[in-house]
């Protein structure tokens, strides 16, 4: 059968792909049906079609998995942020864990082991760092999927109550002063996106305001506002980005109020966090996330570790406290002014950090004859280059533990690491973004 668009077709739901989307098969065509459930029976409308696969809208379920729940955000399935808010959290996790098992087959060709996936204790307001487009109206939101749409939201389910507050002082200060919003299409207004990021162990929260200009009117009111409504607020900055392009925080920040920069703790490490600092967003998980690459580390006080993207030093100083020497390798400068200041703050004496990206710091340590016992990686979404894995092979750490935020690139460059005479011993997934398709996972690989 040859499938059109506007065809109705009743089918059943036998699988998900990677973002979470039902999986339904007619006549062997594989069709990608979202907010459908595994085992529903579902009739559906064919939206668009290729000649091997292609995408249905759900116009009516059948027989609906007792997995089913009413989602309660008002604006999910025109939010580009959550993807399974139509799930229990039972079947989100076995989705989650099924991700990583059938990435692992598809691209790595491994049936290595995957352990019982790390569940969250929470699944709403557990995100400390906020972003929020801002648009005519004022409005503040998120992106509908796959566009720049902006879908206002006044109280998203997944942020921290203390982000909402924040948006809702932003609308309130551009409407009195009728402040423009940016405009991507003429480049034209003045503000552009929301920052928001909350301390987990104190409350203290950071604002950061995104706008193309350093001349900012009416500053002391918006301080007002923010500070009126979110008194938990310690400091207030302003990024001035004048640059075209989705990259959010770029340009030179100014603080307006308070301080530039706030602490938190994580594994009992205190954190400097500048606004352009990585830090994990789901506080709470990521310290479980963390414990785990600690026991797939095996210290015992006497190794050397490398830790590859290290942020602002929050993996490096936690396996600082169990090695002979860590040592953190980041490409952005202010994360590794941070990091080195984080070491200072916390005592820790046997910590370095380079700035360089992977690859560069890879080279010169093998150039200046460092030999890591264990090797940590943490790259971005798109994996490793595969020099920085033969760089990571040749030093021959007896230990690489692989933190990866996505289980197709990881896949892959499990694969590349098996090539280089690198096993599998464990994967544990841990769920830091509930209501979310992402999942990260920790590795163990052993030479």
Request: net charge negative; proline share 5%; aromatic share 6%.
């Amino acid at each position: 059968m040859s499938l059109a668009k506007n065809q109705l077709h009743t089918v059943t739901i036998d699988g998900y792909a990677s973002d979470g989307a039902g999986v339904a098969r007619i006549d062997g065509q594989v069709v990608f049906v979202r907010e459908a459930i595994d085992g529903e029976t579902c009739l559906i409308r064919i939206l668009r079609a290729t000649k091997s696969v292609a995408w249905g809208k759900l116009e009516d379920i059948l027989e609906p998995s007792p997995h089913r729940i009413a989602p309660t955000c008002p604006v999910y399935g025109k939010c580009g942020g959550c993807d399974l808010m139509h799930m229990d959290y039972t079947e989100e996790l076995r989705f989650k864990r099924q991700r990583v098992i059938d990435a692992l087959a598809r691209l790595g060709d491994t049936d290595a082991p995957v352990a019982p996936i790390i569940a969250a204790d929470t699944q709403v307001h557990y995100r400390n760092k906020a972003i929020f487009a801002v648009g005519t109206g004022p409005v503040t939101g998120f992106y509908r999927r796959r566009s720049h749409q902006i879908i206002p939201v006044t109280a998203c389910e997944i942020q921290r109550e203390v982000s909402n507050r924040a948006a809702t002082a932003l609308r309130t200060w551009m409407a009195a002063f009728d402040m423009p919003a940016y405009d991507e299409t003429t480049h034209r207004g003045l503000i552009r996106h929301l920052f928001v990021r909350q301390a987990a162990s104190s409350g203290q929260t950071a604002v950061c305001l995104v706008a193309t200009s350093g001349k900012l009117p009416h500053r002391d009111a918006l301080i007002e506002t923010i500070r009126e409504h979110c008194p938990e607020t310690v400091g207030i900055v302003l990024c001035v980005n004048r640059e075209v392009g989705n990259t959010v925080l770029r340009g030179e920040f100014l603080t307006l109020w308070g301080e530039d920069s706030l602490r938190d703790t994580l594994s009992g490490l205190t954190f400097r966090l500048s606004p352009q600092s990585f830090f994990q967003i789901n506080p709470t998980q990521a310290e479980r996330l963390y414990n785990k690459a600690l026991s797939y580390a095996e210290l015992t006080d006497r190794e050397t570790v490398l830790d590859l993207y290290c942020g602002t030093g929050t993996i490096t100083l936690c396996m600082a406290q169990k090695a002979r020497l860590a040592i953190g390798a980041e490409i952005v400068e202010q994360a590794v002014l941070d990091a080195r200041e984080n070491a200072q703050t916390n005592g820790i004496t046997n910590a370095q950090f380079l700035l360089a990206d992977a690859q560069d710091a890879a080279r010169q340590l093998a150039d200046s004859g460092i030999s890591p016992d264990v090797v940590v990686v943490d790259p971005p979404r798109k994996g490793l280059t595969p020099h920085v894995i033969n760089l990571v092979a040749e030093m021959e750490p007896a230990r690489v533990v692989y933190v990866s935020c996505d289980p197709a690139t990881l896949a892959r460059d499990l694969k590349s690491f098996s090539a280089h005479g690198y096993a599998v011993t464990e994967i544990t997934p841990v769920d830091m973004f509930p209501r979310c398709a992402h999942v990260e996972c920790v590795v163990l690989l052993q030479r």
